[in-house]
Structures are given as structure tokens and as C-alpha cells.
């Protein structure tokens, strides 16, 4: 199979250097070029020594490299539109972060773009390429609980604000500037919008589609932040699952430009637990586990580090075999619509202080 | 371990990364590429976390290494503490120096130095029922920073899924998807092949770190039969420590 040639841009997304591995070590990929958002991410960038070169203007990387047949679109949430756009009117096949966009209208007409362009747009989700999120789902579709009555999970972080600082700008994480409720000074655009994990896995395993949703904000833990860092959400299934949510950023952080060793202040920065209740038992699940720990430097404390992040290398194999074998990506733009529907809903719920349908149905 | 099902993952990464030919045999219970002892404590993530932070600043001054190690009746102990024992001088970078022991049929508790004289406390015991999954633990203790790949505070294995059905409490800890379906042992078997095929492990590293490692074994237990400790010459040359070129994302 001949390599794809591949590039990435933005590098202001906090996932971009989690590709970089896979991208050198993949021998279906030929990783031939990177375009920063803007001098400090291509100075951020250039610590990592890859090796690869680095453009700031994207139509000078293409001029270089006009064979470029895949990108990694890896910025804020507000430049995916018109980034999508650009590859889509080049051919371009497109791996998306996890938010390809909050705006329904251009998310629908992203999908217009992708389907008459004939490119492959994968989402990043990446929990699915987890072996304990492999695990989990072979031993739902095994019938090992019976029937998924009732489903709780975690997609707690710590906060990449201060690394990324566009996750902590309205404009940039959620697309627009709309005020999280009345009477309340923060603005959609924070936790939520950082973790959508939980919100497409339940999909995945419960094999229905959302009904309603319920969240509440609380008080933020950071002070300053324009946008919600602590909120929970409940809500129901079609198939009758009764779920519970918390995508906090509830886990305290160093304020590190370059994530590192001693980001965290609560010993394990990253945590996607589950409990799922079946009418023929219940599974409790660790997705990143097990792991070291240790009370070392920078700062003495204690700290759960984590083993290996090989997600990634199942991610891009998938989106390999997509171009070169003309597949359609398991989290592909149709099926993640109803994921960020429900996203949606969890604000929507939050300014009307009631449940919110999924989709406006 | 299903030699075949091994040597099939082997093939897979073999082609999908590119690395020499090669296959894994199996001779009294060890593993082996052609005639090199396979070494896949090495290879486990967690041990090359743990080694990680002994080589970059996150911890400073190891003294200590306190491990342990037990498995289902019928284990070989004598193989299980020369995998111990080969760990202890990879985390702790320097060889085996001298081992004492007290043994007491299937358990072991050793106390052995090494060159740089830290101290390495192992504790060996195939006492658990039959089927039961293996536990180890390995601690390493420093001037600054203690380091440990189980949890504080809890003397259970840390488990991916925890699953109570009609069949009672399953747990399972899957830590490699390219592997998914092997075993943890096999896993880092095919692992450990791979890394030798690719020349990211030196084969001559490997062999003559078994070598010592299970001549440290064997005076252990020669030790516990002595009551008396045990002394093993330092070979000058081939550095049998060295860290493994690995995959990084963070």
C-alpha cells in the first residue's frame, strides 16, 4: 500500500502532539509537513524535534507540497469550518478534532462539503481505539450484564486552559459568545465542550439514541475563567437507559504553557471512569488504568502517571484504511452529529433550567 | 502461552512496522528468539515507566527497590526471581552483587545488593490457588521521590473492568489494542520479540543479562541452603542495563 502522505495543522489543539509518535512510526503514513496557527505554536511545536517542517501560512505548505493527500486539522474549534473547507475544495481527506463545530448550519454544510468533495472526514475519538474500551464493548455486545438499564460516567480532567488557551475563549471553543444562562457572567465553551467522549460511547453501547438531557453548572473551581469548568448532566435514552454525566474539569492544574511532568496538583490529571448498570448484573470500568505512581519530581506529589496512550496508533490505521480502501471512519461527520446535539442540549438545559430534547425533536 | 496465536501478532507488527524475521520458541517455560532469551519484564509498560523515572530526574537517588512477585501453585519460583532479580538491576542500574535467601518450599524471601550498593528486597511466592491471575509489585525508593506500580494504600492489582455477572466477579486489564486477545504474559513475549527484530533491544544485552540473572537465582537459593550470602563478581564491559528504545505519547 502506498504510504499517505500526510500533514497536520493548526498545532494548537492539546491532541496535536499525541500524533507525532504515530505519524513517524506508521509506515502507511508519509508525515511530509506541519502549519501552525501562529509563531508560538510553531515554536511549541519545534520542542518536540520531529523533524518534520513547519509552515505558518497553510497555502505555502501546499505550494511545497502539493501531493499532501491527508490532513490533521489540529486547532480551536472556530477555525474547523474554514479549515474543513480548504481541504475539502482541495481533496484533501480530514482527520477533525473531536469538535468539528458547535454551529449546526455550518456543521451540516461541512458534511455538503465532505460528500461532494469525496474526501474521508474521520472524528477524533479516540476512547474507541482504547483495549479497555474494546474490552468493555465486547463484553456489552457478549450480553455479560444483560440489558443496559442505567450508565454513569466520568470524563474528568484537569483544565488545559492555560496551555491552550483558546479552550478557556468563548469564541474560539464554542464558536460564539452566548452567556451560559442569566444572571450568571460565564459563557458556553469550557468542560463540556473539551468532553464529548461519554456522550458518543453510550451511543455506542447502548446501541440507542439520546431522548433528553438535564445539566446543572456549578460554582467554577479557577478563578477568572469566562467559561463553566464544573457541570453534570442526567438524562434518558430512547431505549429507556437512565444516564449520569460529569465532564468537569473538577481535577486543579499547574498553569503550564507546554504540558509536562507536574501539570497536575490532583494526583491523576485524566480520568474516564464507568459504571454501567445491566438487568443481569454491572461492570465497573477504568478506561486508563493501570498505571505507576510515584511522589517525584518537579513538585513531590503524589502522581498517577500514565503507562501508554496507544489509542492513536488504532486511530490512524483506521483512517488509513478509510482513504486507501475508500471506507466510511466509525465516527464519521453524520453519526457524531447526534453527539454534539446532545452537547448542545446539556446548554441549552443549563439556560432554561428544564430538560432539553436532543436534536430540538 | 499459545506459542502459535504469539508468533501470528508477531508476524502482524513484524509487517505492519518492518523488522527482521524471526520466531518465538518456548524452552522450560522461557521464551526465545533463535537462541536469545526473551527478557518481557523489560517490555511492560510499567516497568518502563518506573525505569523512565529513574533516568530522567524524577526521581533522584535510589536507595531501595523493594519487589514481589506470586503466582499459582506449581510456579517455578526459581525462574520467577531471576525475572525479579534481572528487574532489579535494569530499574536499578547496576548488577547483582549479592544475594541472601530464606527459602521455605514455595516461597523465597531474598535480600541482595547490587554494584552501586542499593539494596533489593524480593519476595517470591507460588502459593496463590491454580488459575489465579499473578501479582507483582516493584518500589523503588529514593533520596527523592518513592515510585510504585501499584496504588498506595491498597494491597489489590489495579483492573481495567471489573464485571459481576451471572457467573460472579470477572476482571480483566487489556493494555495493548494491537495485541487485544493475547494474554499480559504473551503480550510482552511478542513484544519483547519485536523489540529484539527491530534492533531496538541487543541481543547480546539480552543474553548475558539472563545469564546473571539466573546465576543470582540459583545462589540464592544455594544461599538460603549455606546460610550464608552470596558474592558475584562484576564483569567489566557490556553495559546489561541500558534502557529499551519505546513508543511516547503524552
Known amino acids: 500500500m502506498k504510504p499517505v502522505k500526510i500533514a497536520m495543522m493548526g498545532m494548537t489543539h492539546g491532541h496535536t502532539r499525541k500524533y507525532y509518535q504515530t505519524l513517524l512510526?506508521?509506515?502507511?503514513?508519509?508525515?511530509?509537513?506541519?502549519?501552525?496557527q501562529d509563531a508560538e505554536a510553531k515554536k511549541t511545536y519545534e520542542l518536540y524535534k520531529t523533524g518534520v517542517p513547519c509552515y505558518l501560512d497553510p497555502e505555502e505548505m501546499y505550494r511545497k507540497h502539493p501531493d499532501i493527500e491527508a490532513i490533521v486539522i489540529a486547532s480551536a474549534n472556530d477555525r474547523h469550518f474554514e479549515q474543513v473547507k480548504w481541504c475539502a475544495e482541495k481533496g484533501i481527506h480530514i482527520l477533525s478534532m473531536k469538535i468539528p463545530t458547535f454551529d449546526m448550519k455550518e456543521y451540516d454544510e461541512m458534511i455538503a462539503l465532505c460528500d461532494k468533495a469525496g474526501v474521508v472526514c474521520q472524528i477524533e475519538l479516540e476512547m474507541h481505539y482504547n483495549s479497555v474500551v474494546r474490552r468493555l464493548k465486547k463484553l456489552i455486545a457478549d450480553g455479560a450484564i444483560g440489558k443496559i438499564k442505567s450508565f454513569q460516567a466520568t470524563n474528568i480532567t484537569l483544565s488545559p486552559v492555560w496551555a491552550f488557551p483558546w479552550q478557556g475563549d468563548p469564541k474560539s471553543s464554542f464558536g460564539s459568545v452566548v452567556?451560559?444562562?442569566a444572571g450568571d457572567p460565564r459563557f458556553r465553551g469550557g468542560a463540556l465542550c473539551d468532553h464529548p467522549h461519554i456522550f458518543d460511547?453510550?451511543?455506542?453501547?447502548?446501541?440507542?439514541?439520546?431522548?433528553?438531557?438535564?445539566?446543572?453548572?456549578?460554582?467554577?473551581?479557577?478563578?477568572?475563567?469566562?467559561?463553566?469548568?464544573?457541570?453534570?448532566?442526567?438524562?434518558?435514552?430512547?431505549?429507556?437507559?437512565?444516564?449520569?454525566?460529569?465532564?468537569?474539569?473538577?481535577?486543579?492544574?499547574?498553569?503550564?504553557?507546554?504540558?509536562g511532568p507536574g501539570w497536575e496538583r490532583f494526583p491523576k490529571r485524566m480520568e474516564v471512569n464507568v459504571t454501567i448498570t445491566g438487568d443481569k448484573g454491572m461492570i465497573s470500568c477504568d478506561c486508563f488504568g493501570p498505571n505507576v505512581y510515584h511522589n517525584g519530581a518537579p513538585n513531590d506529589r503524589y502522581t498517577v502517571q500514565y503507562t501508554y496512550f496507544d489509542e492513536w496508533i488504532g486511530l490512524i490505521d483506521e483512517f488509513v484504511a478509510c482513504i486507501r480502501e475508500h471506507k466510511t471512519p466509525l465516527i464519521n461527520l453524520k453519526w457524531h452529529k447526534e453527539t454534539i446535539q446532545a452537547m448542545l442540549g446539556c446548554y441549552e438545559s443549563i439556560q432554561s433550567g428544564k430538560i432539553a430534547k436532543v436534536g430540538g425533536k | 502461552?499459545?506459542?502459535?496465536?504469539?508468533?501470528?501478532?508477531?508476524?502482524?507488527?513484524?509487517?505492519?512496522y518492518g523488522a527482521a524475521k524471526g520466531e518465538i520458541t518456548i524452552k522450560d517455560g522461557h521464551c526465545y528468539v533463535g537462541a536469545t532469551p526473551l527478557l518481557p519484564g523489560r517490555m511492560e509498560r510499567k516497568i518502563v515507566e518506573l525505569k523512565k523515572m529513574t533516568e530522567n530526574g524524577t526521581l533522584e537517588g535510589v536507595s531501595t527497590l523493594r519487589f514481589a512477585s506470586f503466582a499459582p501453585k506449581g510456579a517455578d519460583i526459581e525462574g520467577m526471581l531471576a525475572k525479579e532479580l534481572d528487574l532489579a538491576a535494569y530499574l536499578g542500574a547496576s548488577d547483582v552483587v549479592r544475594v541472601?535467601?530464606?527459602?521455605?518450599?514455595?516461597?523465597?524471601?531474598?535480600?541482595?545488593?547490587?554494584?552501586?550498593?542499593?539494596?533489593?528486597?524480593?519476595?517470591?511466592?507460588?502459593?496463590?490457588?491454580?488459575?489465579a491471575e499473578p501479582y507483582d509489585r516493584h518500589e523503588i525508593i529514593a533520596k527523592r521521590g518513592v515510585a510504585c506500580d501499584q496504588t498506595v494504600d491498597t494491597h489489590t492489582k489495579h483492573e481495567s473492568i471489573r464485571c459481576w455477572g451471572a457467573d460472579g466477579m470477572e476482571e480483566f486489564t487489556d493494555v495493548d489494542t494491537e495485541l487485544f486477545g493475547l494474554s499480559y504474559d504473551e503480550i510482552w513475549?511478542?513484544?519483547?520479540?519485536?523489540?529484539?527484530?527491530?534492533?531496538?533491544?541487543d541481543a547480546k544485552v539480552w543474553k548475558a543479562a539472563w545469564a546473571?540473572?539466573?546465576?543470582?537465582?540459583?545462589?540464592?537459593?544455594?544461599?538460603?541452603?549455606?546460610?550464608?550470602?552470596?558474592?558475584?563478581?562484576?564483569?567489566?564491559?557490556l553495559d546489561t542495563n541500558q534502557s529499551i528504545k519505546v513508543a511516547e505519547v503524552r
Open chain 2, 100 to 131: 541472601m535467601a530464606v527459602a521455605n518450599g514455595l516461597a523465597i524471601n531474598v535480600l541482595a545488593k547490587l554494584a552501586n550498593d542499593v539494596n533489593v528486597s524480593v519476595e517470591i511466592g507460588a502459593g496463590l490457588p491454580k488459575g
Open chain 2, 212 to 237: 546473571k540473572a539466573t546465576k543470582a537465582a540459583k545462589l540464592a537459593f544455594a544461599a538460603d541452603k549455606s546460610k550464608a550470602a552470596k558474592t558475584i563478581a562484576v564483569k567489566k564491559g
Open chain 1, 201 to 259: 460511547l453510550i451511543r455506542h453501547l447502548t446501541g440507542s439514541s439520546f431522548d433528553y438531557i438535564y445539566a446543572e453548572v456549578a460554582p467554577n473551581l479557577r478563578d477568572g475563567l469566562k467559561v463553566e469548568d464544573m457541570l453534570m448532566a442526567v438524562g434518558k435514552m430512547k431505549d429507556g437507559t437512565a444516564f449520569l454525566f460529569d465532564p468537569s474539569w473538577s481535577r486543579l492544574e499547574e498553569k503550564l504553557k507546554v504540558p
Open chain 2, 189 to 201: 513475549n511478542v513484544r519483547a520479540a519485536f523489540a529484539l527484530l527491530q534492533k531496538r533491544a
Open chain 1, 179 to 181: 452567556p451560559l444562562k
Open chain 1, 25 to 36: 512510526d506508521n509506515q502507511k503514513l508519509d508525515w511530509v509537513a506541519s502549519c501552525a
Open chain 2, 1 to 16: 502461552m499459545n506459542i502459535k496465536k504469539m508468533n501470528k501478532s508477531l508476524d502482524f507488527l513484524r509487517e505492519k
